[in-house]
């Protein structure tokens, strides 16, 4: 979805601010079929 102004404009309106980071989830050990496909589309977003 495109947005009418950019997304640090809209933040700071309300005295936010945006930061990309990765996150230190939980781990588990189950077999996660299509794993590499999602790791693949959060990357890209």
Do not use: C, G, H, W
């Not at 945006?18 to 299509?34: G, V």
């Amino acid at each position: 979805m495109k947005l009418s102004y950019e997304t640090e404009d809209i933040l700071a309106e309300f005295d936010y601010n945006f930061k990309r980071a990765r996150l230190s989830l939980p781990t588990s050990s189950r077999q996660l079929e299509r794993l590499p496909e999602l790791r693949q589309r959060i990357e890209d977003v």
